[in-house]
């Protein structure tokens, strides 16, 4: 069956260190997102890719980087720029095209990442 | 910056009762895409319903229906016959109306629905 794969499911990341975060789908959706979730702030963009080999910033990109070398994947790395990164983390893709229908995200199962 | 508003942070419901979920949106597009996704405590997203904006006729999915008033930029949902399992945060979005981002998805901060039995 198809659909996003996010992992691992539980992260604990020490304080300076990197951290990446996996996201692969085989939905063949051109668009992939990060998501940042914290408790009452609903859901944060940190970036999006529509294309292989570009990806932009959201509203929340610093601290954070990512690729797309791939269709497949889009992994995101928190930084130890990023002072708060405790949070719950979704990976999504669409088949969005510009000017064509919007049919929403399918989302991962998500990543809860803990800074000890 | 665009915003989608959910105006109640927590509600409950009794079993088989009906319940409505308000949403309000801001956005300068005459075609736009509005959706509720529901969110269980397995953290797993979950699209419940999607509206296209230009059509007038408010969607429907089983239990699940829509109230869209476009001029009002509001865009509730009814839960009707409400079950345990419906019991989740539920979050409204709008596409962004923001050139290369309007596949973009902007959310609100969710609503946390309670079914008691």
């Known amino acids: 069956d198809g659909g996003i794969t996010q992992s691992p499911k539980y992260l604990f990341r020490k304080e300076g260190q990197n951290v990446t975060l996996s996201c692969e789908q085989n939905l063949n959706h051109d668009a992939m997102y990060w998501y940042r979730q914290d408790p009452g702030q609903g859901l944060r963009l940190i970036y999006y890719s529509q294309i292989v080999n570009d990806f932009q910033k959201g509203d929340i990109a610093e601290g954070y980087s990512v690729s797309r070398e791939k269709k497949e994947s889009f992994p995101l790395t928190v930084t130890s720029a990023q002072k708060n990164p405790t949070a719950f983390y979704l990976c999504?893709?669409?088949?969005?095209?510009?000017?064509?229908?919007?049919?929403?995200?399918?989302f991962g199962s998500g990543t809860r990442l803990t800074v000890v | 910056a665009q915003t989608v508003t959910q105006s109640q942070p927590e509600m409950s419901v009794q079993e088989a009762e009906t319940v409505t979920l308000s949403c309000t949106y801001d956005t300068s597009e005459n075609n736009y895409y509005l959706f509720w996704y529901k969110q269980p405590p397995s953290r797993q997203m979950i699209l419940v319903i999607r509206?296209?904006?230009?059509?007038?006729q408010n969607a429907t999915e089983n239990r699940f229906s829509v109230n869209f008033q476009k001029a009002a930029k509001s865009f509730s949902l009814k839960i009707s016959d409400s079950q345990l399992g419906d019991t989740a945060m539920y979050f409204c979005a709008s596409t962004d109306s923001y050139g290369g981002s309007q596949g973009n998805l902007i959310f609100g901060k969710g609503t946390k629905l309670s079914v008691k039995p």
């Open positions: 509206q296209e904006a230009y059509k007038q």
């Open positions: 999504a893709s669409s088949i969005f095209r510009s000017g064509g229908e919007n049919y929403g995200y399918t």
